[in-house]
């Protein structure tokens, strides 16, 4: 093989021009970045965030484009002159490889990482520029025109010789034509095209997974899940439904696969549905009595009935004078004034309850030093809604440090002052005409059952002790109360047990009550 012609491409030609702009990290832990130019003149720039780095790099090179004259037609790669991948042999010694590798029109490209952290700019070949798949043809150089032949050519008769390498088996009477700009490669598509995968509880979903629709299923479980740890704030409902989608589809997993972990991780997923199913019912108020049945409880969630139990528990050791009665009135005074130690009462409240000479109590409360209030209990007995009484509870008011007794705020007072009235007032315990007693043992057990309305922790039952010292009454007397409760349907299948009461809360009441955690 000859070469005809004497043109030393490579020698004679300009080398084409690049630069880069780069985005490096301004320091060690920081969000600050360095935008810094290839360009000698141009100095380097800290900025605070990648974001903004990456618009200024792009703007700066882009300004570097605008003021630099279009791509030159006697230029070879500035990529070539750097030894790049596409001019470097792959088996052989890091020579030049043969001049055929470049073709089509000089252009002035643009190419970046992946990234985002460079951005570079070249004046390279349109077949070089083709070779690298983020590339970007910003100009294309116009085609050259033949050169004129030679003098001697032209005597002779003989064609001219275009300029650059030609080969002898190649040669032709007729000019080349100029290339066009090859379009950027593009990536590989992938030979299959249902090759889906993805990973769900530390596991990953194999791609030949059949049934598709259990695979999908998976897939997307995945997905959800990870989105879902990325809210700001849980929704249990939800949580609840995706463990049992989960559950679902891990037992169709065990059954194509025949895997036993996949059956137990099903199992745990069924659980944890559960669980989630109940805290979501017990915040907002719901428990299940039913299929498909919820009770939408007065006091929602698990804070205010932890708040219920944290008034009667220190009422039941503060309460300054014996008997139901007095308990009764200072549960309800206390839960009038429980933030402040102040409060306001009417004549109405303190008729509806159940008490046998109250204008008698209230003074014995005054003199004890327990309740402070303006005027007379015949005073307060006698005021009404337009004009209250104030009400003075002194071991209630807040200490030098500002707290009181109690923790809740300023919404969950009347709340339970609400709840605790609901309870005392209820229709059928006045239509019975029960005692004070009768009205303690139905707060008691309100807040001493489960979610489902039996009484005590796990429907175990709760002690006779613990009612009697809380209603203050004899232990004889306890048979007769739970009768009444009974008999105003309030509770049912009641039964004295080695000393517990047991029985469960009718569906009636169930609006009142407070399970426990």
């Not at 997993?253 to 549905?273: D, F, N, Y």
């Amino acid at each position: 093989m000859t070469v005809e012609g004497t043109v030393s491409g490579l020698e004679e030609r300009v080398v084409g021009r690049a630069w880069m702009v780069r985005l490096d990290p301004a320091d060690r832990g920081g969000a600050a970045v360095r935008v810094s130019c290839g360009r000698p003149a141009c100095a380097p720039q800290v900025l605070p965030s990648a974001a903004v780095g990456r618009t200024t790099a792009v703007a700066h090179l882009a300004s570097h484009l605008r003021a630099a004259s279009g791509p030159r037609p006697g230029a070879y790669c500035a990529c070539r002159a750097e030894e790049c991948h596409t001019h470097v042999r792959d088996d052989g010694p890091r020579d030049r490889a043969p001049a055929s590798r470049c073709g089509g029109p000089m252009v002035l490209a643009v190419i970046n990482d992946r990234q985002g952290r460079w951005w570079r700019a070249l004046e390279c070949c349109a077949r070089c520029a083709a070779a690298h798949p983020s590339a970007k043809i910003v100009a294309t150089a116009p085609a050259a025109a033949p050169p004129a032949p030679a003098a001697g050519a032209r005597a002779a008769g003989r064609p001219p010789v275009p300029a650059g390498p030609q080969f002898s088996h190649a040669a032709s009477s007729e000019p080349p034509v100029p290339e066009s700009v090859p379009a950027p490669r593009t990536p590989r598509a992938k030979s299959r095209r249902n090759r889906r995968t993805g990973k769900i509880a530390q596991r990953f979903v194999p791609y030949d997974l059949h049934p598709i629709a259990l695979r999908d299923e998976l897939i997307e479980l995945g997905d959800l899940f990870r989105a879902y740890q990325e809210r700001p704030e849980p929704d249990l409902e939800q949580l609840a439904e995706l463990h049992a989608r989960k559950a679902k589809a891990f037992i169709t997993w065990a059954e194509v696969t025949g895997e036993t972990e996949l059956r137990l991780e099903a199992r745990r997923a069924e659980q944890a549905a559960a669980a989630a199913l109940l805290q979501h019912q017990q915040r907002t108020g719901q428990s299940p009595v039913g299929e498909g049945e919820v009770t939408n409880r007065l006091l929602p969630g698990l804070t205010q009935w932890e708040h219920a139990r944290t008034v009667l528990a220190h009422v039941a050791e503060h309460t300054p004078l014996p008997g139901p009665e007095a308990r009764l009135m200072a549960l309800m005074l206390t839960l009038r004034s429980a933030l402040t130690g102040t409060g306001n009462l009417v004549g109405q409240d303190v008729k509806g309850w159940p008490l046998t000479e109250p204008e008698e109590l209230i003074g014995r409360l005054v003199d004890s030093g327990w309740l402070s209030i303006p005027g007379t209990a015949d005073d307060l007995l006698e005021s009404r809604p337009e004009s209250p009484t104030p009400i003075t509870i002194p071991s209630l008011m807040p200490g030098e440090d500002g707290q009181g007794p109690f923790d809740f705020g300023r919404k969950t007072r009347p709340k339970l002052s609400g709840w605790a009235q609901r309870v005392v007032g209820d229709k059928k315990l006045r239509k019975k005409k029960t005692g004070a007693a009768t009205r303690l043992l139905a707060l008691a057990l309100a807040v001493r059952t489960t979610t489902d309305g039996r009484l005590g922790q796990d429907g175990e039952g709760v002690d006779l002790a613990v009612l009697t010292s809380w209603c203050a009454v004899e232990p004889g007397e306890l048979d007769a109360l739970v009768e009444q409760l009974t008999v105003a349907d309030w509770l049912e299948e009641a039964a004295v047990t080695d000393g517990r009461l047991t029985g469960r809360l009718t569906e009636r009441v169930m609006q009142v009550s407070c399970p426990l955690p």
